[in-house]
């Protein structure tokens, strides 16, 4: 079985702080993504990654970076947080190569609070 | 950018009856579709998908249809169970497309 996981289920900071959220992936797969989801918008993509060191903006980067050092971990920063960023953030991989589309496996979110 | 929606933001079945869930999407390039069951606390988790060559795909008691005349995505659930109870979501892409792109979501109450 596929097994994305993050490193926190829940997360409460103050504005201003820098927060990193980790995700890891056990399949090898090429692809990560991380998607925030808020009530009434669904899931929208912040950045994803195809290859280790590489990364795409995707429809909301504002905000946010991220890291992929290594194949198997994507990291999401927020350099600063906001009261704007609470949000359940979503991890993701898929097995796909550039340029292609495959099934999505998620991790199980974590629930960050920017006081 | 593409919207991919759903009919209907709530659906109620009675337990052991069958459940349909509907999807709209408006990109005509769109060739691969996937849907997704997320239960409270939880993270989305795969159900079914379908490429568009396809226009019918079964799984274990599910079933998606696709129609692409109509831009039409559904989720069929046979013999639905208390433990389908979740917020369902329909996601699209095309060729050449890392990323999906997300609806909002169903969320389907299963009555015992």
């Known amino acids: 079985d596929v097994k994305v996981t993050q490193s926190s289920r829940y997360l409460v900071k103050r504005t201003g702080e820098k927060v990193f959220l980790e995700c890891v992936q056990d399949m090898d797969h090429e692809n990560m993504f991380w998607y925030r989801q808020d009530p009434g918008l669904g899931l929208r993509l912040i950045y994803f990654s195809y290859d280790v060191k590489m990364k795409e903006k995707g429809d909301i980067p504002e905000g946010y970076s991220v890291s992929r050092e290594k194949k198997e971990r994507f990291s999401l920063i927020l350099e600063s947080a906001s009261t704007n960023q609470t949000s359940m953030y979503l991890c993701?991989?898929?097995?796909?190569?550039?340029?292609?589309?495959?099934?999505?496996?998620f991790g199980p979110g974590t629930r960050l609070t920017v006081l | 950018g593409e919207s991919v929606g759903l009919h209907l933001p709530t659906l109620s079945v009675q337990e052991g009856d069958n459940s349909i869930i509907n999807c709209a999407y408006s990109?005509?390039?769109?060739?691969?579709f996937i849907w997704y069951k997320q239960e409270s606390g939880k993270g989305p988790q795969f159900i079914i998908d379908i490429r568009s060559n396809m226009d019918k795909r079964q799984g274990q008691r599910v079933t998606v249809l696709l129609n692409k005349t109509v831009k039409h995505l559904s989720l069929q659930i046979a013999a639905t169970q208390p433990g389908d109870s979740a917020v369902y979501f329909c996601a699209e892409s095309e060729t050449g497309a890392n990323n999906l792109f997300f609806g909002t979501g169903t969320r389907l109450t299963v009555i015992p």
């Open positions: 990109n005509s390039a769109s060739d691969y």
């Open positions: 993701a991989s898929s097995s796909a190569g550039q340029g292609e589309t495959d099934t999505q496996y």
